[in-house]
C-alpha cells in the first residue's frame, strides 16, 4: 500500500506498486493479471477539468436559485477521490461558468457528485444534489449534465412578487393575483423552489384559486388560501378581497319621502352592485340629526358597511356618503312627514 499525493491531498491505493513516481505515468496492478503470468498496466489520465454553468444549471438542470456555490466530489471506485468547491460568479459578471482542476484519474468511468449549498465556499444549508456518471481519459475537459434533487423540505412559505408573504394580505377585487410556494428548510433556507402541491380556498365565492396558485377575488371579505405540498406540509395565508371603487348608495327601502319613525337601510356598491365590506375608508353624515340620524342617534358614522337610518322629526336632511381618500361622495334627499 502507498499514499499518493496530488496537490497536496493525500490519496490512499491500495494492491498497487507506482512504477514512473508519485503522479501521472503508469501503475501496474500486482498479481497473476496477465496471461503470463506478469502485472497489467492502467493508464493514469492527465488532470480533469470540470466546469459547471450556474444559469444553465438554474433553468434545465433544477438547481435552486439560492445556491450559492457548489461543492462537487469526484470519486473512482475507492481508489481515488477528489473535491473542489465552485462559487456563484457575481451577479455583475458576464460569465455563468467556473471550471475546476481535479487530480489525476485513471481512464474509465468515475462518479461526479455535486452538491448546492445556501453560502459561499460550501457554507450554510445543502439545498439540492446531483450525481452522475462521466468516463475520464487524457486531455478532457468535462461539462456533466446533471439533475438536481431538492433537500426535502420541512416547511412551505407564499410569496407574492418575490415577496415572502406574512399571515394575512390584500388583491384587488377582480384582479388576478399569483402566489407562489416554496419549500423551505428548518432555518428558513428555500431548498425547493417549485414543490408540487395543490390549492386551495375555502370560500371561492370570496376568492378563487387556480391549480397554479393565481388567486382572484369575487366579492368582498376574507379568505384562507391554502398550499399543500406533496409531502402533507401546508401553508394558509388569509386574503382580504379590497380595492373597491364606490359606485352608488343603495337604500332600502329605496324612497325620498318617509314618514316620521321610519328606518332605512343603506350601503355603498361597486359598479357590479356588489356590498363593498372591506377598506371602509368613508364617511356617513347627516345635514340634520334632528331630521335623520344614524344607528343609535350618531349624526356622523365612519368605515360603516351598512348604515341604518331613522327617521327622527319632520323636515328636510341629506344623507351623504364620502369616500375619505378621493373626496368622491353621494347624497340622497330625504323628505320626512309627520305621521298621520
Given at each position: 500500500?502507498?499514499?499518493?499525493?496530488?496537490?497536496?491531498?493525500?490519496?490512499?491505493?491500495?494492491?498497487?506498486?507506482?512504477?514512473?513516481?508519485?503522479?501521472?505515468?503508469?501503475?501496474?496492478?500486482?498479481?497473476?493479471?496477465?496471461?503470463?503470468?506478469?502485472?497489467?498496466?492502467?493508464?493514469?489520465?492527465?488532470?480533469?477539468?470540470?466546469?459547471?454553468?450556474?444559469?444553465?444549471?438554474?433553468?434545465?438542470?433544477?438547481?435552486?436559485?439560492?445556491?450559492?456555490?457548489?461543492?462537487?466530489?469526484?470519486?473512482?471506485?475507492?481508489?481515488?477521490?477528489?473535491?473542489?468547491v465552485l462559487n456563484r460568479p457575481p451577479q455583475e459578471?458576464?460569465?455563468?461558468?467556473?471550471?475546476?482542476?481535479?487530480?489525476?484519474?485513471?481512464?474509465?468511468?468515475?462518479?461526479?457528485?455535486?452538491?448546492?449549498?445556501?453560502?459561499?465556499?460550501?457554507?450554510?444549508?445543502?439545498?439540492?444534489?446531483?450525481?452522475?456518471?462521466?468516463?475520464?481519459?487524457?486531455?478532457?475537459?468535462?461539462?456533466?449534465?446533471?439533475?438536481?434533487?431538492?433537500?426535502?423540505?420541512?416547511?412551505?412559505?407564499?410569496?407574492?412578487?418575490?415577496?415572502?408573504?406574512?399571515?394575512?394580505?390584500?388583491?384587488a377585487v377582480d384582479t388576478p393575483t399569483a402566489v407562489?410556494?416554496?419549500?423551505?428548510?428548518?432555518?428558513?433556507?428555500?431548498?425547493?423552489?417549485?414543490?408540487?402541491?395543490?390549492?386551495?380556498?375555502?370560500?371561492?365565492?370570496?376568492?378563487?384559486?387556480?391549480?397554479?396558485?393565481?388567486?382572484?377575488?369575487?366579492?368582498?371579505?376574507?379568505?384562507?388560501?391554502?398550499?399543500?405540498?406533496?409531502?402533507?406540509?401546508?401553508?394558509?395565508?388569509?386574503?382580504?378581497?379590497?380595492?373597491?371603487?364606490?359606485?352608488?348608495?343603495?337604500?332600502?327601502?329605496?324612497?325620498?319621502?318617509?314618514?316620521?319613525?321610519?328606518?332605512?337601510?343603506?350601503?355603498?356598491?361597486?359598479?357590479?352592485?356588489?356590498?363593498?365590506?372591506?377598506?371602509?375608508?368613508?364617511?356617513?353624515?347627516?345635514?340634520?340629526?334632528?331630521?335623520?340620524?344614524?344607528?343609535?342617534?350618531?349624526?356622523?358614522?365612519?368605515?360603516?358597511?351598512?348604515?341604518?337610518?331613522?327617521?327622527?322629526?319632520?323636515?328636510?336632511?341629506?344623507?351623504?356618503?364620502?369616500?375619505?381618500?378621493?373626496?368622491?361622495?353621494?347624497?340622497?334627499?330625504?323628505?320626512?312627514?309627520?305621521?298621520?
Amino acid at each position: 500500500m502507498v499514499m499518493l499525493t496530488g496537490r497536496g491531498t493525500k490519496r490512499r491505493v491500495t494492491g498497487v506498486r507506482v512504477v514512473l513516481g508519485l503522479t501521472v505515468g503508469m501503475v501496474f496492478v500486482g498479481g497473476c493479471g496477465g496471461r503470463n503470468g506478469g502485472a497489467s498496466a492502467v493508464s493514469r489520465t492527465a488532470p480533469v477539468s470540470i466546469g459547471f454553468d450556474f444559469s444553465r444549471a438554474e433553468t434545465s438542470a433544477q438547481l435552486p436559485s439560492t445556491a450559492q456555490s457548489v461543492v462537487i466530489t469526484v470519486t473512482q471506485g475507492d481508489r481515488f477521490t477528489d473535491t473542489r468547491v465552485l462559487n456563484r460568479p457575481p451577479q455583475e459578471s458576464e460569465a455563468s461558468t467556473v471550471t475546476a482542476e481535479f487530480l489525476a484519474f485513471f481512464d474509465g468511468d468515475a462518479t461526479v457528485n455535486a452538491s448546492a449549498f445556501s453560502g459561499r465556499d460550501g457554507s450554510g444549508e445543502k439545498v439540492a444534489d446531483a450525481t452522475r456518471t462521466v468516463i475520464l481519459g487524457a486531455g478532457r475537459n468535462l461539462r456533466p449534465e446533471f439533475t438536481f434533487s431538492a433537500t426535502p423540505y420541512s416547511a412551505i412559505r407564499l410569496l407574492r412578487n418575490g415577496t415572502v408573504l406574512g399571515p394575512t394580505t390584500e388583491v384587488a377585487v377582480d384582479t388576478p393575483t399569483a402566489v407562489t410556494a416554496q419549500g423551505v428548510t428548518g432555518s428558513g433556507t428555500p431548498t425547493d423552489l417549485n414543490p408540487v402541491g395543490t390549492w386551495t380556498s375555502d370560500n371561492p365565492e370570496i376568492a378563487a384559486v387556480t391549480n397554479t396558485g393565481v388567486v382572484t377575488g369575487n366579492n368582498y371579505g376574507t379568505v384562507g388560501i391554502r398550499f399543500t405540498g406533496d409531502r402533507g406540509i401546508f401553508a394558509t395565508v388569509a386574503v382580504t378581497v379590497g380595492g373597491a371603487v364606490v359606485d352608488s348608495v343603495r337604500f332600502v327601502p329605496d324612497i325620498t319621502t318617509i314618514q316620521q319613525s321610519a328606518v332605512l337601510t343603506a350601503n355603498a356598491t361597486d359598479s357590479k352592485q356588489r356590498t363593498i365590506t372591506t377598506n371602509l375608508n368613508w364617511r356617513w353624515e347627516t345635514s340634520n340629526a334632528q331630521v335623520v340620524n344614524f344607528n343609535d342617534g350618531n349624526a356622523v358614522v365612519n368605515g360603516a358597511t351598512t348604515v341604518t337610518i331613522r327617521a327622527v322629526g319632520p323636515g328636510v336632511a341629506n344623507v351623504t356618503l364620502t369616500e375619505t381618500n378621493s373626496g368622491k361622495s353621494f347624497t340622497k334627499t330625504f323628505n320626512v312627514v309627520p305621521v298621520d
